[in-house]
């Protein structure tokens, strides 16, 4: 199934290392980077998937913005995030701007990224060693059960 990632990945590269895990993993994804193509064209895929880190308890607003003025009408999609502290409702911002273009959600995977931003500087950051290989091998399960 041709599968678009689209992904913001910054500070230290955790969310790149989820997305390039898939693209290795599986075959018929390509990888856009909402920063460097803002109005990608997301007509050609049968499913997409928004991936970003977590910033103020959301996906990036690169990501946010592509999923608002690209999203064809009714795609499957799919949230993936890397996060300093894992809490709920990471995704209801993306989840609402996806819903009002009829999209189906298959579902989403978070894990644990290492995090320096604010404070988290201060005390060398939280998270380290993530995402670790059990992470990376939790995104590869997670693409593969709702591929199937």
Known sequence: ????????????????QLVDALAEAFDGIDLIDAAAAPDADLRGY?????????????????????????????KPVFFLYTCGAKKQSYTDAIAKIVRAKNAEILGEYGCLGFDTFGPFRLVGGIAKGHPDPEDLAGAVRFYQSISE
């Open 1 to 16: 199934m041709k599968t678009a990632i689209v992904y913001y990945s910054k500070h230290h590269g955790n969310t790149k």
């Open 46 to 74: 049968e499913r997409v998937g928004f991936a970003s880190g977590i910033y103020y308890s959301k996906f990036h607003k690169s990501v946010l913005h592509l999923a608002e003025t690209c999203l064809p009408e009714g």
